[in-house]
């Protein structure tokens, strides 16, 4: 008896003791319709992995400018979550503001961390004053999504004969509706960070901010406006929300879509029947694009903890989503590019050949440019100004693009901050 005795109080202890080795961290991540099904591929991974390590996730953001602004209020109340996912464009205020951490040290105490898949590109878009704050968890371009049995009743049955220019699309536009289309396109100019303003400018070769200049007031600003206006009106475009258009878009509902690759895999698992093609981004001129905006999310660290255990854990869980399987599961989930070598290279051997859908933006990758944020304080607040302005030209609220390109230019540029930095 006393020698069972002692078994099960050994037995207690012992199982106490990994009980009270049970590190838990909170994580945030937006956009549930696409990451959901991607962190319940990686979850039990890293369960396997770290089974001392109980992932507690957090409500979603709607978007990344609601990632961005839940953190900073998160800030205030000191309710930081561990590792938070921010758009690849919001990661610099969170530096500026203190509240993300270097993740220097904890590169450094890694042995050969570029094996992990890591390497000096994809790094930099995560990297501030000569450090390392965030890790790239996914990489997006725009693409075009095409219903290829909607698209036939407009003569076109082969993804070669798909438009090319923002003209032939317009073109397009007139045919599908000749046959009885109602809502022949949809282009994504309502998606996050007015990225679809930053591919036309791109697309032109010009960056949208120049230091703390808001270029739109220049020649390729007002290209970028007239472009979108004769796409709004040439296709008749519908002003609906851009869950909505997905949605209406996988029912086969529409001919013609304008989105970011992330999207692929949610089409994917929700689309009728018919034939999907992805195909290169439409430019402005023949010969296509000279860049576009990356898109995506990087992981950082945001933990207000000081226990050296719970940020030992918080870095596990954030170097395993962004190197290897689990930065393959991105690609094999949604539409997203893993930025990390050893899954491309590796573990996706020859999986974009067998989901070619998935390819198109894998083949635009020389186009990639920064997607950047506007500088200061009020760089969300500009963000809505010309979110706004856009809309208005959906809904034809304003038709002159010269006088709309002096006032927008004019009020986004009173938002940020001087030469001077006042």
Request: hydrophobic share 40%.
């Amino acid at each position: 008896m006393k020698k069972l005795l002692t078994a099960i109080a050994c037995t207690f202890i012992a199982t106490s003791a990994v009980a009270d080795d049970k590190v838990t961290i909170e994580f945030a991540y937006p956009y549930s319709h696409l990451f959901d099904v991607t962190y319940e591929k990686i979850l039990p991974q890293f369960n396997k992995a770290h089974p001392n390590i109980d992932v507690k996730f957090r409500a979603t953001y709607e978007s990344y400018e609601d990632a961005s602004n839940t953190v900073l209020r998160e800030a205030v109340a000191n309710e930081l979550p561990d590792v938070t996912m921010q758009g690849l464009n919001r990661q610099a205020i969170l530096v500026d503001k203190g509240i993300a951490q270097s993740l220097e040290p904890f590169i450094a105490k890694e042995a050969n961390f570029a094996k992990d898949g890591y390497h000096q590109a994809m790094l930099d878009l995560g990297t501030f004053n000569n450090e390392v704050y965030g890790l790239p968890f996914s990489i997006s371009l725009p693409v075009g999504y095409y219903n290829m049995e909607v698209m036939a009743k407009a003569g076109i049955t082969d993804k070669d004969q798909l438009p090319k220019t923002w003209d032939e699309v317009i073109a397009t536009c007139g045919k599908l509706r000749d046959a009885g289309v109602k809502n022949p396109m949809f282009w994504g100019w309502n998606i996050t960070g007015n990225w679809f303003l930053q591919s036309l400018m791109w697309s032109q070769d010009k960056p949208t901010v120049n230091g703390v200049d808001f270029t739109l007031d220049e020649a390729e600003g007002l290209t970028a406006l007239n472009t979108m206006k004769s796409l709004f009106r040439g296709c008749d475009m519908q002003n609906i929300e851009w869950k909505a258009a997905l949605a209406s878009f996988s029912a086969g509902e529409i001919g013609m879509m304008y989105w970011s690759t992330s999207a692929v895999g949610a089409v994917e698992r929700s689309m009728g029947d018919f034939t999907l093609v992805t195909h290169e981004y439409p430019g402005i001129v023949a010969g296509g694009p000279l860049g576009l905006p990356a898109g995506g999310n990087s992981a950082m660290l945001t933990s207000t903890s000081t226990d050296p255990a719970v940020l030992d854990a918080s870095w596990k869980w954030l170097k395993f989503i962004t190197s290897g399987e689990g930065a393959a599961e991105v690609a094999r989930t949604t539409g997203y590019m893993p930025p990390n070598q050893a899954a491309n290279d590796i573990i996706l051997k020859g999986f974009y050949s067998k989901n070619p859908t998935k390819a198109t933006a894998v083949r635009q990758l020389p186009l990639l440019r920064e997607w950047q944020a506007y500088p200061g304080d009020n760089g969300l607040a500009a963000t809505q100004v010309i979110y706004d302005a856009i809309e208005g030209i959906v809904t034809g609220e304003y038709e002159d693009m010269q006088e709309l390109q002096k006032e927008l230019s004019e009020e986004v540029q009173d938002l940020l901050p001087t030469a001077a930095g006042s």
